[in-house]
C-alpha cells in the first residue's frame, strides 16, 4: 500500500515521505479500513512537529480521523462488517499507524457506521473534533443538559461548531463567540441562540440578560488561560467549566476564591484517555444525530493524496476555516 511517515520530527516537507509499505492483517478485535478520506487536525502535525510517539514507535504513518470501507476484520469481530462505510476515530493515539494511507488497521470500536445520507468527506470531517465536543458538553452531566444555558466559546473552530450543533439537539440553550461578522453569521445559521463577537459585543451583558443574572450552567473553552478571568464573572453557583485547550497560557492562573466561593467545577480534558463509556455515549450520540441530519460539516480545504504535505503546510497556518480533507481514492 501507499502511505506517508515520518521517522523523525520535524516540518511535514522535511520528514514526510511518500513510499510503499507491506499491507497488513488486522488482529484480534481489529478491522482494516481501505481508506477514502484523511483528516488532518493540528493535534495531528503538534504530534509530528514535537515527535511526541516517536520514542514508542520508529515509523508513524500520521493523522486520527478519516473515513472509508472496511475490507477485513481480525479475529473476534463480526464479519458481517467487511464492506461497512465507516468514520474512523484516533487511529493514530497511541498507535504507530494512522489514516494518512491506502489502508489503515484499528480497534473496530472506533470505527462506526457512516450513514448513506452522509459522504466520505463528511464522515472524515467527525473523529477528535465530533467527540471532543461531545465530551465537553456532557461531562459530569448524568442527566443531560437539557434546559441548561451553556456558552461555547471558539464556536466557529472545528470543535466549536460541532459543540453549539450537539448542545442544541440536546435541548440548551447555546450562547457562542466567534472573532469576525463571517463567523458569527455561520453560527447564527448552525442554530447558536446567540452568536457573538467576541471583538466587539459584551458577552457578559448577553450573559447575564440571557440568564436574568445568574450565569450560565457550562462554558465550553477552546481557550482556557486567556478566559479564567471572564468565566470567574459568567458561570453561576455550583456550574461547570470544561476545556480542551489553553495554548495561550499553558500554566494559567486561576481565580481560586472566586471559584471556590461559587463551588465551581473544573474539568480539563483529553479525550483519548477518557473512560471507555464516555467514548461509546459519544459515538452514538454522534451516529444518532448523522442519522437525523442534524449535523453539518465544513470543509475548509480539500487535497489530493499526491498533496498531503502542502495539506499539511495549510492546518499549520491556523487559517483554514473547516476541516482539511484529503482524499485518497475512491472506494
Not at 142 to 169: F, H, M, S
Request: overall charge negative; proline content about 5%.
Amino acid at each position: 500500500m501507499r502511505a506517508y511517515w515520518y521517522e523523525t520530527a520535524g516540518k511535514a516537507a522535511d520528514v514526510l515521505t511518500l513510499g510503499e509499505m507491506d499491507a497488513v492483517e488486522p488482529g484480534s478485535g481489529e478491522v482494516r479500513v481501505s481508506m477514502a478520506c484523511s483528516a488532518i487536525n493540528p493535534t495531528d502535525w503538534k504530534r509530528r512537529e514535537r515527535g511526541r510517539e516517536l520514542g514508542q514507535f520508529p515509523r508513524i504513518i500520521p493523522n486520527n480521523d478519516g473515513s472509508g470501507v472496511i475490507d477485513a476484520v481480525g479475529e473476534g469481530v463480526d464479519a458481517a462488517r467487511v464492506g461497512e462505510r465507516v468514520w474512523l476515530f484516533g487511529a493514530q493515539a497511541m498507535r504507530p499507524f494512522g489514516t494518512a494511507a491506502e489502508t489503515c488497521i484499528l480497534p473496530a470500536r472506533y470505527t462506526h457506521p457512516l450513514p448513506d445520507n452522509q459522504s466520505f468527506e463528511d464522515g472524515a470531517c467527525l473523529g477528535v473534533p465530533a467527540v471532543t465536543a461531545h465530551r465537553g458538553v456532557f461531562a459530569d452531566a448524568p442527566d443531560g443538559i437539557d434546559g441548561q444555558t451553556i456558552l461555547i466559546t471558539g464556536g466557529a473552530g472545528r470543535v466549536g461548531r460541532y459543540a453549539v450543533q450537539i448542545a442544541k439537539a440536546s435541548g440548551a440553550t447555546v450562547i457562542t463567540t466567534a472573532g469576525s461578522a463571517e463567523k458569527v453569521s455561520h453560527l447564527a445559521d448552525l442554530g447558536a441562540d446567540h452568536a457573538l463577537n467576541y471583538r466587539d459585543d459584551d458577552i457578559k451583558a448577553c450573559v447575564m440578560g440571557v440568564t436574568e443574572g445568574r450565569g450560565v450552567d457550562r462554558i465550553l473553552d477552546v481557550a482556557f488561560g486567556a478566559n479564567i478571568a471572564s468565566s470567574a464573572d459568567l458561570i453561576r453557583e455550583n456550574g461547570l467549566i470544561t476545556s480542551y485547550g489553553s495554548d495561550a497560557e499553558p500554566t494559567p492562573v486561576i481565580p481560586f476564591y472566586e471559584f471556590m466561593f461559587k463551588n465551581i467545577a473544573i474539568r480539563p480534558f483529553a479525550i483519548f484517555g477518557m473512560p471507555d463509556e464516555a467514548k461509546d455515549a459519544a459515538f452514538a450520540c454522534i451516529g444518532d444525530l448523522l442519522k437525523q441530519n442534524k449535523l453539518s460539516h465544513r470543509i475548509g480545504a480539500r487535497f489530493d493524496f499526491a498533496d498531503m504535505i502542502a495539506a499539511n503546510e495549510a492546518i499549520e497556518t491556523g487559517m483554514l476555516f473547516g476541516t482539511c480533507v484529503v482524499n485518497i481514492r475512491n472506494v
